[in-house]
């Protein structure tokens, strides 16, 4: 936990120098109107903004249009691992039962005519 902060605080400096080294640099921007004299550093987070929505918006659409084969998929594997479960679970009886019946065998002695 103290390396992952330690890491963020490192991340954290080296954007700040970043942006504090590049803010003379300007350029201009249009999005239905031009923008003039605009940080590029101001620039690069805008865009990244953007993109956290726009990725945010695909997962929401996609996971809108497919929720029931998700859930047909996850309960077909439930049932098909309670179906192991049980084959496992009869398998176990069968045998217990066969070493019961094999130990019954053993002290009866076998009758001979």
Do not use: H
């Not at 497919?66 to 859930?71: N, Q």
């Amino acid at each position: 936990m103290i390396i992952s902060l330690v890491l963020i605080l490192l991340l954290v400096i080296f954007m700040a120098f970043f942006i504090g080294l590049n803010l003379s640099n300007a350029c201009t921007f249009w999005f239905f109107k031009t923008y003039t004299d605009l940080p590029v550093a101001v620039l690069a987070l805008i865009a990244f903004g953007a993109g956290i929505i726009f990725a945010l918006l695909f997962i929401l659409v996609a996971k809108m249009r497919a929720p029931a084969s998700d859930a047909e998929v996850r309960a077909q594997k439930k049932l098909e691992k309670k179906a192991k479960a049980e084959e496992k679970l009869r398998l176990a009886k069968e045998k217990q039962a066969e070493k019961e019946a094999a130990k019954e065998a053993k002290k009866k002695p076998a009758v001979v005519e």
